[in-house]
């Protein structure tokens, strides 16, 4: 039967459902690259050259393994615009009897998808995206049988499901988790491991001047872009991480260290999320260095927590929630994000450090993202909705189902506590542990309140005082609390107003770029 299969942007495997079982000889693969896509919102400019080289580069592999593909590049004069404005025009030439789809990856496109069949009048079959280990009709069902969706109980059914650091139905080395000893900070003279770095190819730089050209206000700079654009440079970055990283990966998780981006981390999720790499081998390849001797359990089981536990737990969450979970404001969060998220140009050093390198890069770490700029953002009482827009434009990897639930539930509390336990707030302190920052800012981090004193401390308290109706009785914060009762009411007031003038401050500077 003539089958048209479009392939979307983050579906770039072999393995795709879509795909898997077609024949080539009765198939038409169909990509496009599409405006409506790229400015959506206003991606990183490394972000659009990553995902159309990728593409471009994954439909001359799917050629070469015997497929016909239909490709349409964004300068086409031609193209529409749009995935369905793309269709309509493929439907023409193709005459398909029927169109066979992977599932998209979030809600505004799903809802395309499934207008097609009434809009078309061709059948449209759309499949489960095989790359995630849980569907989600299954994770819908586990969330159905509790009151709280704890990762944690999440994580362990993966662990028995896939069997991954498994001794029979114990967990590998007695316990499931080994989150506590994955917490060292790094110094900037140890010896670290190094990356691959893939200078751009003929098609990768054909693309950057595409981005240059069509997208010159874009936020983010391609002077740095290494980024692998194949599967085969995506393995080998993998390989690299196995061989070099993995063995101290969970040790230094949290650290951040000036100037260094990659640190022990894999560095491997545009590559995973988009579709090069798949992510269960990952993690088999990882319990495999820990069979063998080469990397202990603890960095072994936080890798693997990472990609079967939060990365699956966080899809199941935002298809749970619903397309209205992007605008849950829990702690009614109302301020623009500040202008300097687009430029780095801010005094305080870990903010100009973290966004700095993700305007180079589109990449910052989980920690860096977590506990600098999603910190502040919290603290000074951000709009969810646009912290979300601005992870979602600004990092490599970022997709709605994943990027929303970290940023809007993990990051912000926007959904008042369903995916963390607790607001991710910090002052300086957990900043000063974690990291080198501290001693290269103009700021004291030991200091609360005057002119040198580190924002983040007053913005921790004052935080802490103004939210207290909403989230004083929650058990982890119950210590944070406790020492706030502490501190005589005069240095309580001088905090507050500490911190009142450094968000005037901020309001007073322009709002976005
Ligand atoms: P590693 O540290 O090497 O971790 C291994 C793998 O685990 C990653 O490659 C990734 O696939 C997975 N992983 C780790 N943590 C998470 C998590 N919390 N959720 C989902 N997968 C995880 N990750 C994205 O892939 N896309 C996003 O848009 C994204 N937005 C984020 C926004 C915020 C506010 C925060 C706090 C985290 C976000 N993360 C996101 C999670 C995490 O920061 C990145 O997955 C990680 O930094 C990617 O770098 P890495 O490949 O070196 O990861
Ligand atoms: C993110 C993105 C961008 C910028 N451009 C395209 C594109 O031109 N064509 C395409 O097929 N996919 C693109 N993508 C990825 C899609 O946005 C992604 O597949 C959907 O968000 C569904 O998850
Ligand atoms: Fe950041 Fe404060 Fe440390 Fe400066 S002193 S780097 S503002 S935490």
Redo the contacts with the bound molecule.
């Keep these: 039967m003539r089958t048209l299969v479009?392939?979307?942007?983050?579906?770039l495997s072999l393995a795709l459902s879509s795909v898997a079982d077609a024949d080539p000889a009765a198939t038409i693969l169909l990509?496009?690259?599409?405006?409506?896509?790229?400015g959506?919102v206003r991606?990183h400019k490394a972000?659009?050259a990553y995902?159309?080289s990728a593409?471009r580069h994954h439909a001359a592999a799917l050629r070469a393994a015997g497929w016909t593909v239909d490709y349409v590049v964004?300068d086409d004069p031609d193209n529409s615009g749009s995935?369905t404005g793309e269709m309509a025009r493929a439907i023409a030439r193709h005459d398909p009897e029927r169109i066979v789809v992977t599932e998209?990856?979030?809600w505004?496109?799903?809802a395309m998808l499934e207008a097609w069949e009434t809009l078309f009048g061709v059948p449209v079959e759309i499949r489960a995206d095989t790359r995630f280990l849980v569907s989600h009709a299954e994770f819908a069902a586990w969330a159905d049988k509790r009151k709280q969706l704890v990762m944690e109980d999440f994580y362990r059914a993966m662990r028995r499901r896939t069997g991954l650091l498994m001794d029979g139905d114990k967990p590998a080395g007695g316990r499931w988790n080994f989150d506590k000893e994955n917490r060292q900070p790094a110094k900037a003279d140890m010896l670290m491991p190094r990356p691959e770095m893939f200078a751009p190819d003929a098609i990768t730089q054909e693309v950057i001047a595409l981005v240059e050209r069509m997208f010159p206000d874009n936020p983010g700079s391609l002077a740095q872009f290494d980024y692998a654009v194949t599967a085969q440079d995506a393995a080998r970055q993998a390989d690299r991480f196995f061989r070099e990283a993995l063995h101290d990966f969970g040790r230094y998780e949290d650290a951040m260290v000036t100037g260094e981006r990659h640190l022990w981390h894999s560095i491997l999720s545009p590559y995973i999320n988009?579709g090069l790499l798949d992510p269960l081998d990952l993690c088999r390849r990882a319990e495999a260095e820990y069979r063998a001797g080469r990397a202990p359990l603890n960095s072994v089981e936080g890798y693997i927590r990472q990609i079967i536990g939060w990365r699956e737990y966080v899809r199941g969450i935002y298809w749970c929630e619903g397309p209205a979970y992007v605008e849950r404001n829990f702690l009614e969060h109302h301020r623009p994000l500040p202008a300097f998220y687009w430029t780095g140009d801010t005094d305080m050093h870990c903010l100009r450090e973290v966004i700095g390198q993700t305007l180079a890069t589109a990449h910052a770490h989980h920690i860096q993202r977590l506990m600098v700029a999603g910190n502040f953002a919290l603290l000074i009482g951000a709009d969810p909705a646009q912290v979300h827009i601005w992870y979602l434009e600004i990092y490599l990897d970022a997709?709605?189902?994943v990027e929303l639930p970290n940023t809007l539930g993990m990051s912000q509390y926007g959904d008042g506590g369903l995916l963390g336990s607790k607001p991710y707030v910090s002052s300086g302190a957990y900043i000063n542990r974690m990291s080198d920052y501290c001693g290269q800012c103009r700021y004291d981090v030991t200091k609360r309140v005057g002119e040198d004193a580190c924002p983040f401390n007053a913005l921790y308290w004052d935080f802490l005082a103004r939210h207290r109706q909403r989230i004083g009785d929650n058990r982890r914060l119950a210590m944070a609390y406790r020492n706030w009762d502490r501190f005589a009411p005069e240095d309580q007031a001088a905090l507050r107003q500490q911190a009142a003038r450094f968000l005037t401050e901020l309001d007073g500077a322009p709002a976005s770029y």
Excluded at 31 to 38: I, N, Y
């Design positions: 479009p392939i979307l942007g983050d579906q990509m496009v690259e599409v405006a409506e896509e790229a959506y991606h972000k659009l995902i159309f593409m964004l995935f998209a990856g979030e505004r496109v799903a988009s997709y709605e189902w």
